[in-house]
């Protein structure tokens, strides 16, 4: 499991790409037809035609990081094929590593906090 950090974007390309591409054929495919910039810190994760398999991008400030993966069963839960991206949270996006139903994840409540003491 990847712990991506609150706050820090997660990007999903929702159109599958070409999995012969490493990580600088992805990051020119992120700024050339995502429009993103895929050396901002941002986590892209872009999704092969078989649904059992993705590759996740990101600059972690010395270079580029390529993971991949592949269920050994069944195949992850990705929205419908369209142009562009979507935005996870940090939730989402380990659940949709992990091969789980992201869409079912309920985002974590704040707890309040007092603003004065009692």
């Known amino acids: 499991m990847i712990s991506v ?7 999903l390309a929702t159109r599958p790409v ?3 591409k490493g990580a600088h054929g992805l990051a020119a495919l ?13 986590v892209i994760v872009f999704r092969a035609k078989r649904g059992d398999r993705v590759k996740v991008l990101l600059w972690d400030g010395s270079g580029l990081v390529l993971v991949w993966k592949q269920l050994q ?21 380990a659940a949709l590593f992990d091969g789980r139903d992201w869409t079912r994840v ?6 309040p ?4 003491a009692a």
């Open 5 to 11: 950090p609150p706050g820090v974007r997660v990007l």
């Open 18 to 20: 070409d999995f012969r």
């Open 30 to 42: 992120a700024s050339e037809v995502l429009g993103q910039e895929p050396f901002s810190g941002a």
């Open 73 to 93: 069963q069944g195949a992850f839960r990705w929205p419908p094929v369209m142009d562009g991206v979507m935005k996870l949270s940090a939730v989402e996006f």
């Open 106 to 111: 309920q985002p974590l409540r704040r707890i």
């Open 113 to 116: 906090q007092p603003t004065a």
